[in-house]
């Protein structure tokens, strides 16, 4: 009888794949193996995610930074410094949204995109609605480093390829939000070459998946 595991299909979240595109190199395959190996365990562990819970708090019951405000005393010690990292500029994306009684949020949906021969699971934190009726669908940027110009390109692109599905009639939009930065998608790129590009990535995150590390 045989005792090889089972081989675990090729699968990454959209934090995932955009943040192999943005790496380079023998970077790729070994986070490429790192996914691999947490999805193989069922492993991972989300920690912003009661910082997300607060800025939709503030958002819904128009607050005005309460809930942010008072979140980072609510972690455990080892994640205040993350929140204090990026509370502020929470803060700063929330205010920027202008009179709170003029933005609610909207329901948003997961997504299953094939990108090449990979299954990417699109996931936006949240969808906004303005009072004019504009949407908007967000993903959000905690890390330390500013996303790169690929990072921005790929989350930006996969949101808006599944946009029917995720909130109808909606904008992509990803917030950096330890610099409270706002980041749309640029008019002047070519879908088909963006398409190109995510195929190829997708391509080689596959054929690396199914490499087992030296």
């Known amino acids: 009888m045989s005792t090889t595991t089972p081989t675990i299909p090729p699968y990454a979240t959209m934090l995932g794949f955009t943040r192999y595109v943005a790496r380079t190199g023998p970077a790729k395959a070994t986070f490429v193996g790192g996914l691999r190996r947490q999805r193989e365990r069922r492993s991972g562990f989300n920690p912003h995610g009661q910082l997300v819970k607060a800025l ?67 996931n936006p934190h949240f969808g906004l609605r303005y009072a004019d009726n504009h949407r908007e669908a967000i993903r959000l940027h905690f890390d330390e480093q500013p996303p790169t110009p690929e990072v921005v390109t790929a989350t930006l692109h996969l949101m808006s390829r599944h946009m029917d599905q995720i909130l109808p009639n909606a904008e992509p939009v990803l917030i950096d939000l330890r610099r409270a930065q706002i980041h749309r998608l640029d008019p002047a790129a070519k879908t088909a070459d963006i398409e190109r590009w995510l195929a190829g990535e997708a391509a080689a995150f596959t054929s690396m998946w199914g490499t087992p590390a030296a």
Do not use: C, M, N
């Open 56 to 122: 939709k708090a503030d958002i819904a019951f128009r607050t005005g930074g309460s809930y942010l405000t008072g979140v980072t005393d609510l972690v455990k010690p080892r994640w205040k410094p993350l929140y204090e990292a990026v509370s502020t500029g929470a803060l700063a994306y929330l205010h920027s949204l202008g009179d709170p009684q003029d933005v609610s949020l909207a329901q948003t949906r997961e997504a299953i995109a094939p990108v090449g021969p990979l299954a990417v699971k699109v």
